[in-house]
């Protein structure tokens, strides 16, 4: 009896932490990360060393990303860290730290790390680009002992997104990862090597029919990946985003600014819509000027040769980036027929004279 109670309580908890994971969303994303090892650790499920690891790990983040995550990714309350505002910082400073219990300090909305309070909840989009890209990723992937029938979509996802359909490096990674990270759930790691022993069977495409998956030809109505811009520097420089990061830094702010995009509007989300990939909707970017604006930006950035002509029409692509003041979707058509005036065509170049 007392075994069968325990079989249903874990079917419980497990379909409790399924709600939570949003195993549907393929992105490696760091609140979906950390509220995954928060819950396993309260349900008693995962020990507190690799919780307090996972906590390190994200600490390193910082160090290492510190210019950008300043600017544009943990907000919470840094900025409460100044004079004016000095008594508010040390009182939420002091309720985290006043925490006696490891289980209460990680039910808190926020961390105290060097002087600055952070949020926990970010939407934070890791990529290849961040240095333990492979740690998050082993986490992300662990979470889908919860469901294995939906690995093959992340990993097909992964495949596009972030080894641009290189199926050796991610077979290497894929390889690596599961012999680095021992925490990674038995079920995951069969699946995982069932998936390596299916990628070696497949057969190799021949020089001609690889680059014509790179090239596909011109009445191609749609590519999978055809859903945000491509920066058209980053065709011969796959380092282009990284070498020209402060301009786009500055050029996100200025945008910010003038308010043509939302204040919280996060640079992961914003460097997203110029990688040629998909993008969900709950990040595309939250347009907050008029739309005659955004047909201004785009189209001086297309004139300017700065982004690649898309295949399914550029208006399409910015109704896949951007929402509009009301956070509703753009008409695309409506869009393309707007008519910029000189004057609205002479700020948005005020603003975007240094994109690289």
Same mark, same amino acid.
């Given at each position: 009896?007392?075994?069968?109670?325990?079989?249903? *309580?874990?079917?419980?908890?497990?379909?409790?932490?399924?709600?939570?994971?949003?195993?549907?969303? &393929?992105?490696?994303?760091?609140?979906?990360?950390?509220?995954?090892?928060?819950? #396993?650790?309260?349900?008693?499920?995962?020990? +507190?060393? +690799?919780?307090?690891? #996972?906590?390190?790990?994200?600490? $390193?983040?910082?160090?290492?990303?510190?210019?950008?995550?300043?600017?544009?990714?943990?907000?919470?309350?840094?900025?409460?860290?100044?004079?004016?505002?000095?008594?508010?910082?040390?009182?939420?400073?002091?309720?985290?730290?006043?925490?006696? !219990?490891?289980?209460? =300090?990680?039910?808190?909305?926020?961390?105290?790390?060097?002087? +600055?309070?952070?949020?926990?909840?970010?939407?934070?989009?890791?990529?290849?680009?961040?240095?333990?890209?492979?740690?998050?990723?082993?986490?992300?992937?662990?979470?889908?002992?919860?469901?294995?029938? %939906?690995?093959?979509?992340?990993?097909?996802?992964?495949?596009?997104?972030?080894?641009?359909?290189?199926?050796?490096?991610?077979? @290497?990674?894929?390889?690596?990862?599961? #012999?680095?990270?021992?925490?990674?759930?038995?079920?995951?790691?069969?699946?995982?090597?069932?998936?390596?022993?299916?990628?070696?069977? *497949?057969?190799?495409?021949?020089?001609?029919?690889?680059?014509?998956?790179? $090239?596909?030809?011109?009445?191609?109505?749609?590519?999978?990946?055809?859903?945000?811009?491509?920066?058209?520097?980053?065709?011969?420089?796959?380092?282009?985003?990284?070498?020209?990061?402060?301009?786009? @830094?500055?050029?996100?702010?200025?945008?910010?600014?003038?308010? &043509?995009?939302?204040?919280?509007?996060?640079?992961?989300?914003?460097?997203?819509?110029?990688?040629?990939?998909?993008?969900?909707?709950?990040?595309?970017?939250?347009?907050?000027? $008029?739309?005659?604006?955004? +047909?201004?930006?785009?189209?001086?950035?297309?004139?300017?040769?700065?982004?690649? %002509?898309? &295949?399914?029409?550029?208006? !399409?692509?910015?109704?896949?980036?951007?929402?509009?003041?009301?956070?509703?979707?753009? $008409?695309?058509?409506?869009?393309?027929?707007?008519?910029?005036?000189?004057?609205?065509?002479?700020? #948005?170049?005020?603003? =975007?004279?240094?994109?690289?």
């Amino acid at each position: 009896m007392i075994l069968g109670f325990q079989f249903f *309580l874990n079917i419980d908890i497990s379909l409790r932490i399924m709600e939570i994971n949003h195993l549907d969303n &393929y992105n490696i994303e760091l609140s979906n990360i950390w509220n995954h090892e928060k819950e #396993v650790f309260l349900y008693g499920l995962q020990q +507190k060393e +690799k919780t307090k690891y #996972v906590i390190s790990q994200r600490e $390193n983040m910082i160090d290492l990303y510190n210019h950008a995550m300043d600017l544009c990714v943990f907000y919470g309350y840094s900025h409460l860290n100044k004079k004016q505002n000095g008594s508010v910082y040390l009182q939420f400073r002091d309720i985290y730290r006043e925490q006696k !219990r490891f289980k209460d =300090l990680i039910t808190l909305g926020w961390f105290d790390y060097k002087g +600055k309070l952070y949020y926990v909840s970010q939407n934070i989009l890791i990529d290849r680009s961040f240095e333990y890209f492979h740690f998050f990723f082993a986490l992300k992937v662990d979470q889908y002992y919860l469901d294995v029938f %939906k690995m093959d979509s992340f990993i097909g996802y992964q495949l596009e997104i972030n080894f641009n359909w290189d199926t050796v490096s991610l077979m @290497v990674f894929l390889e690596n990862l599961i #012999v680095q990270y021992d925490f990674i759930h038995k079920k995951v790691r069969k699946k995982i090597k069932s998936l390596l022993t299916a990628i070696k069977e *497949l057969p190799k495409l021949s020089s001609e029919e690889k680059n014509n998956k790179n $090239n596909p030809p011109s009445n191609t109505i749609k590519r999978s990946s055809d859903n945000s811009y491509i920066l058209i520097g980053s065709k011969t420089d796959p380092d282009y985003f990284l070498k020209h990061n402060q301009k786009f @830094v500055d050029i996100f702010e200025k945008l910010k600014e003038n308010k &043509y995009i939302h204040k919280d509007t996060l640079f992961i989300h914003f460097k997203a819509i110029f990688g040629g990939g998909c993008i969900l909707p709950e990040n595309r970017i939250h347009w907050t000027a $008029n739309a005659v604006d955004l +047909k201004a930006c785009i189209q001086y950035l297309f004139t300017k040769s700065k982004i690649e %002509k898309p &295949y399914s029409g550029i208006w !399409r692509i910015t109704t896949n980036c951007f929402i509009d003041k009301n956070k509703k979707e753009f $008409n695309s058509r409506r869009l393309g027929n707007a008519v910029p005036k000189p004057d609205t065509e002479y700020k #948005v170049r005020k603003v =975007l004279s240094r994109f690289p």
